[in-house]
């Protein structure tokens, strides 16, 4: 899967990026970052705990594109491309869509099928005291195959428990979409605010 979207994806890099640069008009800039993003984020929660060697297959087109569209050079140091357009890699966008399901989840916002999947931990533990079930973590549930810790129901809630507690707090869906946005750009760019 990850292969096939790779190559869709690069193939319409080579055509497209050529019709692009021969017209200099944002609007096709603004399309072939939008036709991109929204093929690397479809249904990219399947992408969690994929292994390294397949997000770099897939951060190699999120390279491409940036490359393209800032019209730099293969030479040029690709991480201050993607800071400047505010891109997050393909590791953290994986982590953003989980902690988004699972922000919807909890708050309400979520099918059925989904929210069942979630268990906050104050409901998982046997003791409510503890300082872990006022931390607004969720249970991780166990799994035996490397299968199972892809699953949404194990990626997910260890996404979320990656969070800060104050970050997991958040009630309103657009604050809590923009503070995890700056969040994981803060910590894969490496940046403390």
């Given at each position: ?16 990026g050529k019709r692009c640069i021969s017209s200099i008009n944002n609007n096709n800039w603004s399309q072939y970052t939008a ?19 397949d997000i770099q297959r897939l951060q190699s087109v999120l390279i491409t594109a940036v490359r393209l569209v800032a019209g ?38 979520a099918p059925s099928y989904l929210a069942d999947l979630i268990t906050p931990s104050v409901a998982a533990t046997v003791r ?66």
């Open positions: 899967m990850v292969g096939a979207i790779s190559k869709w994806l690069l193939n319409s890099q080579e055509t497209n036709l991109v993003h929204s093929r690397l984020d479809y249904c990219n929660v399947v992408f969690a705990s994929l292994p390294a060697c730099s050079s293969r030479h040029d140091h690709v991480t201050s491309l993607l800071r400047d357009r505010h891109w997050l890699p393909v590791k953290q966008r994986v982590e953003y869509k989980l902690c988004m399901m699972v922000h919807r989840c909890l708050y309400g916002d409510p005291g503890l300082r872990s079930a006022a931390s607004s973590s969720v249970a991780v549930p166990r799994t035996i195959s490397s299968l199972g810790d892809r699953s949404f129901a194990a990626a997910g809630p260890r996404a979320w428990n990656t969070l800060p507690p104050p970050l997991r707090r958040v009630y309103s869906p657009d604050t809590f979409k923009r503070q995890l946005k700056t969040f994981l750009y803060n910590h894969a760019f490496n940046l403390h605010c």
